[in-house]
């Protein structure tokens, strides 16, 4: 196998990571404040799906996005400027971490209300039935979220009409700090998507190969009429669930199986059955972290928001 | 988590806010056997900010998790109430709320009065809200407006440690449905003690925080602390505040504001809440309505009309701290 796709992912996947683990490190200094949640460990569904984003596209992502907003190519100076409440960040410090929000970028934004961009997407799927575009939604959304009743509305109102609507759930196996596998009573959650009369399937999320080829597949259907499909995506996040969590609630194995399975350690193995050179592989941590300090630094040097704008863009 | 469990005579323990609402859920599961405690990460985990912790231990399966889910969590704590069980149920922030405000208001508000008190629903819904730095636009909301214009639900916020305990044990002592609303930023706060085992309250009444004769101010929640600080620098300039906090507000202490502001005659209400349609509207057309004679017009101050912005310095212009409370008490008493 050819090693320059898997090397392309793993320059995506550490540059999705080397982000976070900056964003980490501002809000342990507290240069950031609040609440902050991250995907490490889970690029590789963001990672895959981003070449799949076309131009009419919209993306729906949630308050654990940051690596959606950089997939959809959001610049990272604007991302750590918005997280760092700068007047430069790219909602000019409205948003923060959990609100990210570029629709210029196609990326209609996160949501800190779990299950809540579900029904907004089918929203813009239905706009684009009647704009001419050929638009595909792509709502994003982890395992608990499909305990949530907008989810389940969405998911009906979205097979009934046929909308283009991709439901992708990533699924890392933790809803905060419970289980899933406890809070349902099947677990294999794709399942569900035969109850709403249409086509889901459960896929390892930290192969950008494999949400390529099988994410792709949903969004082609989506484009050409077929209507909605459920992706769920196997992933694990390698953090507490937000900077903060103490993540005592592991259990036994399953940081070990999570380091194997995780996108850089999948993506290593790749590289290096395909005879890519350690030095080329290590290469791209490099390069993203000296990206990501570099981004960074530009937005701590910025200003903060300016509170006389604060009451500002409330009405037209 | 300090041994919270109740002594058989009352006595005074060292907790904070946090622990004193551990202190009362114990209390209420010990001494009745009806209840049930359940919400999102409120048994294994112990709560998002460790204030259920222990009790899934103690009290087995009468304390557990459930899934994502409002709807069902308001909606079956409606039913098990009808069928003479005595829910405590989670909603992890009162911005949650929403995705299930149906359960409440068309549902929970209305059990006892559509059957003429043949069914009744004594939920006890426990909340927090409030603005905390670096908190999103959907996780700082103060929402008891909403709540206290839906007649048959019970609304209070305690502030104090002390009440934080007495006024859950009250909530789930009433035959109402009660919403308790507590404050994430103050769960670890400064320890003190606070009586366990006291004799149980009924729904209502108000803490004087400070006496004083140049103006009433009424005030509930987190905003309490900035309050007493501004009327503890304006005190030093020799203006004299009545500080009243509401820890209950339905049933609200009307006579008493009332008799407060008539012996003052000056009426404020500060709230976190923002000002428009905030409960302090009330407040001030209760006293209106009343024809208590005011020396100036009511002050009524709380976040402004806004959506609440992520980066601190867009807050700190927006939140009144005491600094703002002071400033804005002193140039309206002035006037
Ligand atoms: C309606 C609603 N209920 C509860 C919460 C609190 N909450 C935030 S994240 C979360 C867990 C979500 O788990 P999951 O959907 O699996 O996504 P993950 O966090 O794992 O990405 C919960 C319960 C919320 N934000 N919104």
Redesign the interface.
């Known amino acids: 196998m050819d090693g320059s796709q898997p090397l392309a992912d793993l320059r995506q996947v550490w540059r999705m990571r080397a982000f976070e683990e900056r964003v980490r490190e501002l809000r342990l200094a507290g240069d950031a404040v609040g609440s902050i949640h991250l995907g490490i460990g889970q690029e590789g569904v963001a990672v895959g799906a981003s070449c799949l984003i076309g131009p009419d596209d919209a993306v729906f992502a949630t308050y654990r996005g940051h690596s959606w907003a950089i997939a959809c190519g959001v610049e990272p100076e604007k991302l750590f400027a918005e997280i760092l409440g700068r007047a430069t960040g790219i909602n000019g410090g409205r948003g923060g971490s959990a609100h990210l929000t570029a629709p210029g970028y196609r990326f209609f934004g996160e949501n800190s209300i779990v299950g809540a961009g579900a029904p907004i997407a089918c929203g813009a799927a239905l706009a684009g039935r009647h704009d001419g575009t050929d638009r595909v939604a792509l709502t994003v959304f982890g395992d608990g979220a499909m305990n949530q009743g907008a989810v389940h509305e969405a998911m009906n109102f979205a097979a009934a009409f046929s909308l283009p609507v991709v439901f992708l759930c990533e699924n890392n196996s933790w809803s905060e700090l419970t289980a899933i596998d406890e809070m349902v009573g099947e677990p294999q959650l794709w399942r569900r998507a035969a109850g709403y009369g249409m086509p889901g399937e459960r896929i390892d999320g930290n192969d950008p190969e494999q949400v390529r080829d099988r994410l792709g597949d949903a969004f082609e259907v989506a484009r050409e009429g077929g209507g909605p499909t459920l992706v769920e995506a196997m992933t694990q996040r390698l953090v507490g669930h937000y900077i903060g969590d103490a993540d005592q609630y592991r259990r036994p194995g399953e940081r070990e199986r999570d380091a194997e399975n995780e996108p850089v350690a999948l993506l290593t193995r790749r590289l290096r059955d395909a005879g890519v050179p350690d030095d080329e592989i290590a290469g791209t941590e490099r390069a993203a972290r000296e990206e990501m300090d570099a981004a960074s630094a530009v937005a701590l040097a910025a200003p903060p928001a300016d509170p006389a704008t604060a009451k500002e863009h409330l009405y037209a | 988590m300090p041994d919270t469990s109740v002594a058989a005579r009352p006595e005074a323990r060292e907790l904070t806010y946090g622990e004193a609402v551990n202190a009362a859920l114990r209390r209420c599961l010990d001494e009745r056997p009806d209840t049930l405690l359940y919400g ?2 409120i048994a ?2 112990g709560g ?1 900010f460790g204030v259920t912790r222990g009790l899934r231990r103690d009290f087995g399966d009468r304390v557990f ?7 069902a969590i308001l909606g079956s704590a409606v039913g098990a109430a009808m069928l003479g069980r005595r829910p405590i149920v989670e909603i992890m922030w009162v ?2 709320s ?3 405000f149906d359960q409440v208001v068309n549902q929970l508000a209305n059990v006892r009065y559509v059957s003429r008190g043949e069914l009744t629903a004594p939920v006890t819904i426990r909340t927090q809200q409030g603005s ?8 700082s909301q103060s929402l008891e407006a909403l709540f206290l214009h839906v007649p048959g639900l019970r609304v209070c916020m305690p502030w104090t440690a002390q009440d934080a305990y007495d006024l859950l044990v009250a909530a789930v002592a009433s035959d109402d449905p009660v919403l308790v609303i507590e404050n994430r930023t103050l769960y670890p706060a400064g320890k003190g003690p606070v009586a366990l085992g006291g004799p149980v309250q009924t729904p209502g009444g108000l803490r004087v925080r400070r006496e004083g004769s140049d103006a009433t101010v009424v005030t509930w929640g987190a905003m309490t602390a900035r309050v007493l600080a501004a009327a503890a620098g304006l005190a030093d300039e020799g203006i004299s505040l009545e500080v009243l906090e509401t820890v209950w507000l339905n049933p609200f202490p009307t006579d008493e504001i009332v008799a407060s502001a008539t012996r003052t005659g000056a009426l404020a209400v500060v709230h976190e809440a923002n000002v428009t349609g905030g409960f302090g509207a009330e407040v001030v057309a209760r006293v209106a309505g009343r024809g208590v004679p005011l020396r100036v017009p009511p002050l009524r101050l709380g976040l ?4 609440v ?10 939140l009144p701290g005491p600094d703002a409370v002071a400033g804005s008490v002193r140039d309206w008493l002035r006037t």
């Open positions: 999102e990460d294994k985990p998002v998790d459930t899934p994502i889910s409002e709807s911005d949650f929403l995705v299930a905390a730095p670096g908190a999103c636009a959907q996780h402004p009309d806004t959506r912005p992520a980066a601190p310095s867009l807050v700190a212009g927006l």
